[in-house]
């Protein structure tokens, strides 16, 4: 019985991602989460806002320029830190300059842990989750306590 249940979730998922592809809406966690698989989700938050965070930037819905000024003129889409490009999750992560030093952080641990420096290492990997998360009190400039 349990072979048979393994192959129904099996097929599941299979169905699943699938479906995932086609779901022009789903672009940013596709990037992070790329099929549809069980996930053990993590326990360890910073605060409770930046988990919060977390889940939303993979979400595509979070506090970011480009999310709130969608459908708005280009110029309050730019960047809050004064790069002078669109505020969007890709930015923020790979380019940046408020993110520098974090972004030094994740490739030495991508490194060392031998994944790739990508979407899908930095949210769903548990060594790098803590960093990323604390890493948005400095980007949103959230008071830390």
């Not at 890709?90 to 790739?116: A, D, T, V």
């Not at 948005?136 to 400039?141: D, K, Q, Y």
Request: charged residues 30%; positive net charge; aromatic residues 12%.
């Amino acid at each position: 019985m349990s072979k048979v249940k393994e192959k129904v979730k099996e097929a599941m998922y299979l169905e699943l991602t699938a479906y995932w592809s086609t779901v022009g809406e789903a672009r940013i966690t596709r990037s992070i989460h790329p099929r549809w698989e069980y996930r053990r989700l993590s326990s360890v938050m910073n605060t409770r806002y930046t988990h919060c965070l977390l889940n939303n930037l993979a979400l595509g819905r979070a506090k970011l320029r480009w999310t709130i000024f969608r459908k708005r003129e280009r110029e309050l889409q730019l960047c809050r830190h004064g790069c002078g490009v669109v505020e969007n999750l890709n930015h923020m992560i790979f380019e940046c300059s408020k993110l520098n030093h974090y972004r030094s952080i994740w490739k030495k641990q991508c490194r060392i842990i031998e994944k790739g420096f990508n979407l899908e290492t930095l949210f769903c990997d548990p060594e790098l989750r803590e960093d990323v998360e604390k890493s948005f009190i400095l980007f949103f400039n959230i008071q830390s306590s």
